[in-house]
Structures are given as structure tokens and as C-alpha cells.
């Protein structure tokens, strides 16, 4: 056994820099998977069908591509089309949030679908305004059935952060190799990362079990 | 107040309501019953386009339901529903539920809203029961909510789809009573009905449906006991 993790010790507050630099894209992924992924869902269950088709044809492009390759095909063709040099941090918030709203769309619309019909009837005899309707009466509700599944959405894009490690963003996941290859020995930092990236999940699934607890008050 | 002119409905191949017309004015208490799958249901939902009639109109204070499909949901505000699932909003109290449609859809400010639901909670008997969640009700309690939340809109006209069909035998009296109050105030209704006794003690009218027409209608006391046509005299036999 050729195990030192006593070796890593120096390199302990820049791997642990990274989980802010991961929280940081993550969070602002999430956000705009959730608004867009809103948005889509809205237009899947609406009555406009060219906006549908757009929302299908959208869940179908990226759920249909890999992730990597959408990543990579934002960091390297925008200033090869436009000029404009895009960093590796909106890069990675543009392709996690726009992959991540095709399945948040899909997940919030069968959510909305799942709704008992009687409280949008309900709704529509009392004379709620369609978009009344759907912000305090529909989305609330489907929220609460929606939550698991959501989370785990949250989780899988937290996870799969690690892969903006290619396009040289420095998240924890890169952090580790950099320590690897000064170090030559890999295992290590790359044990220590995975508790964080472990820790990070955990943190993640309590959250959604205290949101969860809230909205069971009215049951 | 509402008038029907030959209307019908499709559900695809299907006819549901045949060529029906008819009329209905101010503080009448009309009851309309009929064998399951009658169409009475799909005819109320149409007073109020939740469902969409296939061909007909429906005028309602003199405006064409079908034809002011765009801005339905102010002449909804006018004509309150209840439905046999009573579809309380389940994520709001009992006072949420009955201020939210006049502040979101009317604008009325909140604590006129709060007043009005506590003078109507008070009146279907269920004041001290504003800060509850529905799913903490009976049946029969939610139901008069149900009312209470309609009432809170201040319509002109009540529409009733099987108000007491889902309810355990003994809170149906608490929900006939509160409707029996609404009754005697003045208030307008169209109640789909399985409720004989309610029917002939406080409708004004009786339209009685089936297979989609409708075939007979005339004050209670003359339908029930002298039906003109076999199919209400077949029906009667059976439910009384």
C-alpha cells in the first residue's frame, strides 16, 4: 500500500477553494434551469402550438446531445463565430442551465399535468386570470409533487459539474488534478475531493427534505 | 338573466346535449335532474364555458357567452360554481381560499376581502374554522366553503354541479340547508341534483334531461307528481 494523504495537507485550502468556484456556477445553473425550464414547461402544456414545438424540439436537441459536447460547443464556438471571448465560468452556467431546463421542463410539466383538473376549473369559474392562475393555484401545488424529482436534477447537475474540469475552469474537480499531476500521485486528492463532492450532495438532499417538510404543512 | 338558444354539444362522435333551449330569470331556483350521463352536468358547464358548446348560444345578462370567449373570465365573476368535488384550493386556508379570487381576479383590497370572508364563513356556520387547511375538513364542511368561496365573488347567479352527490349520508342536511338560506335570499341557481326532496321544496322550476334532451320541465309540484312524459315517469318510479 503506497497511501500518504499527509502529502495533499498543503494543497488542502486550494482544493477547498474549489467547492465555492463549483457552488458558484452551480448555483447560477440551477437558476436558470429552473426560470427556463419553467418557461418551456409552460409552453408544453399551452394552447400556442408553435411554442410547443419550440419547447419539444428544444428538450429533444439537448437531452438528445451530450452534455460534454454542448459545453464544449459553447466554450469553442462562440468566439470562433462572434469574437467574443467567453470565459469558462458563463460557459458552463449557459450549458448546464440550458441542458438543465429541458429536463426541469419535462419533470415541471408532468408535475403541472398531475394536478387534480378540478382546481383549474375551480380557478377558471372563479374568474382567475390564466396567469394568476397558474403562479398561486397550479405551480404551488404541482411544486409539492415535483420536489423529488427536482432535487435529484439539482443533485445529478451538481455531480456532473465535475465535467467543466475540460474547458479549464478551475472547480473542484479540476483542483484535484492539478494537485495530481504536482504531486504524481493522483488517489489522494482525488479521494478528498469526492468526500466533498459527496458532502456537497448531502447538503443538498437535507435541503430538499426541510423544503419538502414545508409545503407537507397543509396535508 | 340566462338564455339558451338550441344548444348542443359533441364530444367527438358523441351528442351530449341535443338542440336544448330554455330560459332562466332573475332569483329563479331552477333544479335540473335526470338519469346519469344525461348531459345535466356538461349543460351547466356550459353556462359558464367549461365547456365549449359545439353549436347554440348562451346569453348571460345579454351577453354572448361564446362569442366573448376572450374575456370570459370577467363574466365568470359573476356566476359562481360549485362542484361536487368541492376542488378547495388545498395549499391555502379556509380564509385564503375565500379571499383569493376577489383581491387576484377583482382587486378588492385585503382587508375588505378578510371582511367579506369572515361575514360568509360566519354564515355558512364555519367561523371558527378560517385559519384551517381544507384537508382538515369533512366532507360537508369543505362543501360550505365551497358555497362561501363562490359567494365571496358576489355573483349574480350560482351554479351547483351535484353539490351533495360526494358527501357521506349525514352532512348532506347541513349543505342543502346553507343552499335552502341562498335560496330564500334572492340569490339565482342552477342546481344539477340527485336531491328529489331539495328539488321540490325549493326550486321554483324543474328541467328534467335525458340522453342529451331535454324533455320536460315545469314547477315541481306538477313534475312530480304528474309527469307528462314516460321517460321523467320511468325516472321518478326508480329514484322515489
Redesign the interface.
Known sequence: MNLDFSQIIPYIPFMLEGIWVTLKFVFFAIILGSILGTVLALFKIGSAKPLKWFADAYTSIFRGTPLILQLMIIYYSIPQLTGYDISPFLSAILAFGLNSSAYISEIIRAGIQAVDKGQLEAAQALGVPYGAMMKDIILPQALKNILPALMNEFITLTKESAIVSTIGYLDLMRRAQVVGADLFRNFEPLLFVGVIYWCLVMGLTVIGRMVERRLKLSD | MIDVQALSKKFGDNLVLSDITTSIQQGEVVAIIGPSGSGKSTFLRCL?L?ETPSSGNIEVNGKNLTASKKDI?????????V?Q?F??????TVQDNLM??PM???GVKKHAAEEKARQLLERVGLGQKAKA???SLSGGQKQRVAIA??LA?EPELM?FDEPTSALDPEMVKEVLEVMKDLAKSGMTMVVVTHEMGFAREVADRVLFLDHGVLVEEGEPESFFQQPKSDRARNFLDKVL
Open positions: 359558464n367549461l373570465h370577467k363574466i365568470r365573476q359573476q356566476i359562481g360554481m362542484f368535488h376542488h378547495l384550493f388545498p395549499h391555502m383569493y379570487a387576484k381576479a377583482k387547511y381544507p384537508n368561496r363562490a365573488m351554479l
